[in-house]
């Protein structure tokens, strides 16, 4: 089970509760501000999870070794 499947779990068993329910076992004004969290937390995890790793971060990683004192950057 990864992170990513217990928020599609919780997804689902908040979205079959009613919102008494929500309100009372989230401590929340409303289901549908849980529910919006919990989507917030869903399109963060798979942003993250599927994130180019080798994008270009602008920084200058020979530069700072150099400036460390380090050999070059690999």
Known sequence: MTHLDDLYRELE???SMTEAEVKRAYN???KSE???LINA???FTLKEQYEDED???G???DALCR???LSRFC
Do not use: P
């Open 13 to 15: 068993r908040v979205s």
């Open 28 to 30: 929340a004004d409303s």
């Open 34 to 36: 849980i529910l919006a």
């Open 41 to 43: 937390d869903i399109e």
């Open 55 to 57: 994008c270009d971060d």
């Open 59 to 61: 920084m200058d990683y």
């Open 67 to 69: 400036v460390q004192g």
